[in-house]
């Protein structure tokens, strides 16, 4: 019910089948409240996570339809050619009431799921409602419109689509009602803002391929390339260590539907074809220990993998809705798709996209039920101790995004977990009297570990598990079970992430206050930033950077002048990444947000010796 109320059965009207898609939408409302959720907020949710997944498989239909990665199966309803060729195969299907059309576009979705999994997926409980006959043939009405008939070959589309998802009326409700986001949700839909093409190059222009221009000592094909870069007179570029392409990390902490990785993708093609050619002393992976040329002997060969090896090696990206993994995702899957084409590749001889590093930043799992019966089942028991200690730092997540620094608390852990093992390993009778283990050590269980290399492997040893306990379940029991490892599964993938450190970070990051939910642990993170969210990126982002990486970011101008952010300008800007490149844009530059903005990119400086 819509305010929240769920009877404990389903009626005796339901078949079989409803009665095993009702006990799958109360799982999904269930796991909304065990992740704190109101009853009525719970079943709202569900209801917008089902409608907005609904129309983003159909305009994804649209676009993959415009490349001709599908069959017509949208543009005439079920006039067309794919549902006739269907029909032929099964001449039962043509059913008044829709059904026939219904399971052929949801076999689609299940071959379409391989691959873009994150929206396809129709195990995903948003699957389980499916629009009725007049609403479906609205919703193609509008899609099939003669006026957007030219949007559908656009990468960026589908990102339009989720600016708008939300109107102009539920913001202005949100701040009417309270002055700073109250949840996660609030804070993404006040901050959907889509940052223009020539904003996007202009930072991707100055940061990964100035990056790349000095690196290879001011010449480069990207010099014609990118047409925002600036390059003043006499500007010493170098010297900058060169990389080979798959060692360059690029991410974007606040990415939305994934423009700037959109864009740097383009880049990277150059950059990557560019170093095959190299005809000096190329670069060598980090690794294969081999060069671009050693590892794909002609270039059709890295043309064919260049898609995957830029998904896979380079671009990055965390947001807190998620709904713009699905975006996201897909229009990477698009952009890779395109790639392939271009260089000749057929459908059928392109490898599979296996995963792009897309991370929905969340709370992990909020049923402390399904926590125990998990961790009770990790094998070695240090697991167990890792995966509740992850649970725990991670409930802000969904507040702070990429602001949470998880990964500081983790460490430590595994730090301390390595000491003792390698301890417990020199001392095979046990410990010396009065060398035992502190009490915080002993906590770790080291029983049943064998080798040092586990801490090297233990997300991949967690997702292992994972993906056995979800498959050992049925009914609303599997639905919940697999919720939680959906969680999880981000949850271990974020915290791997934010390990890392990147060469070029791109953001358009949220501004104003931060959640409520979150704001002491916010302010006593953030003590030089806690004024506004956006100089908090900032300084995270500064902070996930290489020595002498590149930042780029557009945001609103107030940090450069107002004596408020002085600790920002003085500690951030001037001490640990001072300006590149500025670009003052004034208003009207995010479409309705009331705000001046800056476009700039800083460069980290050199670590000082310790």
Same mark, same amino acid.
């Given at each position: 019910?819509?305010?929240?109320?769920?009877?404990?059965?389903?009626?005796?009207?339901?078949?079989?089948?409803?009665?095993?898609?009702?006990?799958?939408?109360?799982?999904?409302?269930?796991?909304?409240?065990?992740?704190?959720?109101?009853?009525?907020?719970?079943?709202?949710?569900?209801?917008?996570?089902?409608?907005?997944?609904?129309?983003?498989?159909?305009?994804?239909?649209?676009?993959?339809?415009?490349?001709?990665?599908?069959?017509?199966?949208?543009?005439?309803?079920?006039?067309?050619?794919?549902?006739?060729?269907?029909?032929?195969?099964?001449?039962?299907?043509?059913?008044?009431?829709?059904?026939?059309?219904?399971?052929?576009?949801?076999?689609?979705?299940?071959?379409?799921?391989?691959?873009?999994?994150?929206?396809?997926?129709?195990?995903?409980?948003?699957?389980?409602?499916?629009?009725?006959?007049?609403?479906?043939?609205?919703?193609?009405?509008?899609?099939?419109?003669?006026?957007?008939?030219?949007?559908?070959?656009?990468?960026?589309?589908?990102?339009?689509?989720?600016?708008?998802?939300?109107?102009?009326?539920?913001?202005?409700?949100?701040?009417?009602?309270?002055?700073?986001?109250?949840?996660?949700?609030?804070?993404?839909?006040?901050?959907?803002?889509?940052?223009?093409?020539?904003?996007?190059?202009?930072?991707?222009?100055?940061?990964?391929?100035?990056?790349?221009?000095?690196?290879?000592?001011?010449?480069?094909?990207?010099?014609?390339?990118?047409?925002?870069?600036?390059?003043?007179?006499?500007?010493?570029?170098?010297?900058?260590?060169?990389?080979?392409?798959?060692?360059?990390?690029?991410?974007?902490?606040?990415?939305?539907?994934?423009?700037?990785?959109?864009?740097?993708?383009?880049?990277?093609?150059?950059?990557?074809?560019?170093?095959?050619?190299?005809?000096? %002393?190329?670069?060598?992976?980090?690794?294969?220990?081999?060069? /671009? #040329?050693?590892?794909? =002997?002609?270039?059709? !060969? +890295? @043309?064919?993998?260049?898609?995957?090896?830029?998904?896979?090696?380079?671009?990055?990206?965390?947001?807190?809705?998620?709904?713009?993994?699905?975006?996201?995702?897909?229009?990477?899957?698009?952009?890779?798709?395109?790639?392939?084409?271009?260089?000749?590749?057929?459908?059928?001889?392109?490898?599979?996209?296996?995963?792009?590093?897309?991370?929905?930043?969340?709370?992990?799992?909020?049923?402390?039920?399904?926590?125990?019966?998990?961790?009770?089942?990790?094998?070695?028991?240090?697991?167990?101790?890792?995966?509740?200690?992850?649970?725990? %730092?991670?409930?802000?997540?969904?507040?702070?995004?990429?602001? /949470? #620094?998880?990964?500081? =608390?983790?460490?430590? !852990? +595994? @730090?301390?977990?390595?000491?003792?093992?390698?301890?417990?390993?020199?001392?095979?009778?046990?410990?010396?009297?009065?060398?035992?283990?502190?009490?915080?050590?002993?906590?770790?269980?080291?029983?049943?570990?064998?080798?040092?290399?586990?801490?090297?492997?233990?997300?991949?040893?967690?997702?292992?598990?994972?993906?056995?306990?979800?498959?050992?379940?049925?009914?609303?029991?599997?639905?919940?079970?697999?919720?939680?490892?959906?969680?999880?599964?981000?949850?271990?993938?974020?915290?791997?992430?934010?390990?890392?450190?990147?060469?070029?970070?791109?953001?358009?990051?949220?501004?104003?206050?931060?959640? /409520?939910?979150?704001?002491?642990?916010?302010?006593?993170?953030?003590?030089?930033?806690?004024?506004?969210?956006?100089?908090?990126?900032?300084?995270?982002?500064?902070?996930?950077?290489?020595?002498?990486?590149?930042?780029?970011?557009?945001?609103?101008?107030?940090?450069?002048?107002?004596?408020?952010?002085?600790?920002?300008?003085?500690?951030?800007?001037?001490?640990?990444?001072?300006?590149?490149?500025?670009?003052?844009?004034?208003?009207?530059?995010?479409?309705?947000?009331?705000?001046?903005?800056?476009?700039?990119?800083?460069?980290?400086?050199?670590?000082?010796?310790?």
């Amino acid at each position: 019910m819509a305010d929240g109320r769920v009877p404990p059965h389903g009626g005796p009207h339901l078949s079989a089948r409803q009665q095993t898609l009702r006990d799958r939408i109360v799982a999904a409302i269930d796991h909304k409240r065990a992740a704190g959720m109101k009853p009525a907020e719970a079943v709202a949710d569900y209801l917008r996570d089902a409608a907005f997944t609904t129309l983003n498989r159909f305009v994804a239909l649209k676009m993959l339809e415009a490349r001709a990665l599908v069959q017509e199966c949208v543009t005439r309803g079920d006039a067309s050619s794919g549902f006739a060729e269907f029909c032929g195969l099964a001449p039962g299907m043509r059913l008044t009431d829709g059904g026939g059309y219904r399971l052929y576009l949801e076999c689609v979705f299940d071959e379409l799921s391989t691959e873009v999994k994150v929206l396809f997926d129709r195990r995903d409980p948003a699957s389980a409602l499916w629009p009725r006959r007049q609403t479906l043939d609205a919703l193609l009405a509008v899609l099939n419109a003669e006026n957007l008939a030219g949007i559908w070959a656009e990468d960026e589309t589908i990102g339009w689509v989720y600016q708008y998802f939300n109107g102009q009326d539920e913001r202005r409700r949100m701040r009417d009602e309270s002055q700073a986001p109250r949840n996660s949700r609030e804070l993404a839909v006040r901050n959907q803002f889509f940052t223009p093409r020539y904003v996007v190059q202009f930072l991707v222009d100055n940061t990964l391929g100035r990056m790349w221009l000095e690196m290879r000592g001011g010449s480069s094909r990207l010099v014609g390339r990118c047409e925002y870069l600036v390059r003043p007179e006499g500007e010493d570029l170098g010297p900058r260590t060169k990389k080979d392409p798959r060692d360059l990390r690029i991410l974007d902490p606040a990415c939305g539907s994934g423009h700037f990785l959109l864009y740097a993708f383009d880049l990277l093609i150059e950059i990557y074809e560019e170093e095959w050619d190299e005809p000096g %002393e190329p670069a060598k992976s980090s690794v294969t220990r081999r060069t /671009l #040329r050693e590892d794909y =002997a002609t270039i059709d !060969d +890295l @043309r064919r993998a260049l898609p995957t090896l830029i998904l896979e090696n380079n671009l990055h990206g965390v947001d807190i809705d998620p709904r713009c993994a699905q975006i996201a995702a897909l229009a990477l899957w698009l952009r890779a798709q395109r790639a392939w084409g271009n260089a000749g590749v057929r459908a059928a001889a392109r490898p599979r996209v296996r995963r792009t590093h897309i991370v929905v930043a969340e709370p992990m799992p909020g049923d402390r039920a399904l926590v125990d019966e998990f961790a009770g089942r990790i094998e070695p028991p240090l697991l167990r101790d890792l995966f509740r200690k992850m649970v725990d %730092e991670m409930r802000l997540a969904g507040e702070l995004g990429a602001l /949470l #620094r998880v990964e500081d =608390a983790i460490a430590e !852990d +595994l @730090r301390q977990a390595r000491a003792a093992f390698v301890r417990q390993q020199q001392e095979p009778n046990g410990f010396l009297p009065g060398l035992e283990p502190t009490q915080r050590q002993s906590a770790l269980d080291l029983s049943g570990i064998d080798d040092d290399d586990f801490f090297h492997e233990a997300e991949a040893r967690m997702a292992d598990a994972l993906g056995i306990f979800a498959e050992v379940a049925t009914g609303g029991a599997a639905t919940r079970r697999r919720l939680f490892v959906d969680d999880a599964t981000q949850g271990v993938a974020l915290i791997e992430l934010l390990r890392w450190r990147f060469d070029v970070v791109l953001m358009n990051p949220p501004f104003g206050a931060g959640s /409520l939910a979150a704001k002491s642990e916010f302010e006593r993170g953030y003590p030089r930033t806690k004024n506004d969210i956006y100089a908090a990126f900032v300084e995270r982002g500064v902070e996930l950077l290489r020595p002498r990486g590149l930042l780029g970011a557009i945001t609103s101008r107030t940090g450069f002048f107002l004596s408020s952010f002085h600790q920002w300008r003085e500690e951030v800007l001037l001490k640990e990444a001072p300006p590149v490149v500025f670009a003052d844009l004034g208003y009207g530059v995010l479409d309705s947000a009331m705000v001046e903005v800056a476009a700039y990119c800083l460069e980290k400086c050199q670590e000082e010796a310790s």
